[in-house]
């Protein structure tokens, strides 16, 4: 199993930022996916969820007016779209997946974002 994230990076107050994470050998149809983020210090916050499906999912409050998270499960990948970011999203974001039935996760290796000025 490999999960595959891309799209971070250092940009400015208020740019935006897509970040994928591409899943292989897993039924990915099967796996809830989310994804989190970390800063040091800090424990992993989930910052969205999406069902297997993709017919429910959720944000975190303080950034469900931003970010927004959706999937293609025809091509096994997840994206988190990042608008108007600020500094306070600087972290390591992780790619997530959790078995429906299985309950059984998979991590990505995590993918840096830096909004600074």
């Known amino acids: 199993v490999h999960l595959a994230e891309s799209g971070g990076g250092s940009v400015q107050p208020g740019e935006s930022l897509t970040l994928t994470c591409v899943a292989s050998?897993?039924?990915?149809?099967?796996?809830?996916a989310s994804w989190y983020r970390q800063t040091p210090g800090k424990e992993r916050e989930l910052v969205a969820f999406i069902t297997g499906p993709g017919s429910n999912s959720r944000t975190l409050d303080s950034v469900k007016d931003r970010f927004s998270i959706s999937r293609d499960n025809a091509k096994d990948t997840v994206f988190l779209q990042m608008n108007s970011l600020k500094p306070e999203d600087t972290a390591v974001y992780y790619c997530?997946?959790?078995?429906?039935?299985?309950?059984?996760?998979?991590w990505g290796q995590g993918t840096q974002v830096i909004v600074s000025s």
């Open positions: 997530n997946l959790r078995g429906m039935s299985s309950g059984k996760e998979w």
């Open positions: 050998g897993v039924p990915f149809d099967e796996y809830h």
